[in-house]
């Protein structure tokens, strides 16, 4: 009996040794001490063993138990450790490796220019609004002073929806009109208008059918030119440099009187003459004027008591001067690549 249980023991702790992986542990397991392993067996001996060897033949049946369970724990233990070790080497994390770039977006450039205006105005108190972009001939033309068979009407080469009422804006002076007809001809307004606006152009590099402009709008009791001279050349140093120099040439706008087109001094080549200017030194960036006294009677406001200014800018050639870009359709092409190189720009 006693050299069965010696043998067990022996055998057992060979086949110990030998153990690689979790199955060939789980397998021993059920050799051993599964209800019909080897210890179990030795176990049901028992009846077999006389009286009074039984206590000794119990003891050592409890010592090959022991040893069983116990060296398969410790096979165990080892054989986990063994594998939380391997796997820490595989996942080991090079944190000298670069880090993987998040793509970030960028505002696009047109949209850019229209907040950095609308917070230049709004810092002078202006109201920022918006107005509809089918408009009827009355606002868009009529109460401007443009009234049917007008010649200047012809400039604006519009596109007519519906007969000859509903159109889309050629230009965002209708909001202007719309402005004064709600301020009912009794209090100031200030206010400037960024939109979408429409004519009927071949699109190219620098004509499109769809445009934007910024409108502004100011009326009050005594305002003159010269206010509106001093605020163009607000906006002129705010958007180009504060070396910028502004003037006013005589114009023609049914709707301003007098009317002007508003230069800037050329900041490419500072005024000497270039391709950019033209060899003139100075680049024109919007009409302005003072409104037309017929405009304010039409819209409610009383010539004798209320003046006005107004002024139209074109905002992708705003744009387009500022970033430097040759071409309109560039605004609307969505290329993000484009946006980023301007962010990266603006932040230099
Ligand atoms: N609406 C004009 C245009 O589209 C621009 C303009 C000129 C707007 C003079 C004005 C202004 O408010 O006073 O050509």
Redesign the pocket.
Known sequence: MIEKINAIKETFEKEVSQITDMKILNDIRVEYLGKQGKVTELSKLMKEVPNDKKKEFGILVNEVRMLVTNSLDEKKKELEEKDLNKRLANEKIDITLPATTLSNGAPNILEKTIEDMENLFMSMGYDVIEGPEIEQDLYNFELLNLPKGHPARDSQDTFYLEGDKILLRS?T?PV?ARTMLEGKGEKPIRMVCPGKTYRRDDDDATHSHQFM?I?GLLIDEKVTLSDLKGTFDVAAKHLFGEDCVTRFRPSY?P??EP?VETDISCFSCKGKGCALCKNTGWITIS???VVNPKVLEMCGYDPKKWHGF???FGLERVAMLKYGINDIRTFYQTDLRQNKVFDRKEDN
């Open positions: 230009h002076s202007q402009q409108e706008y709707f301003t009317s009409g302005a004027g107004a002024f139209g």
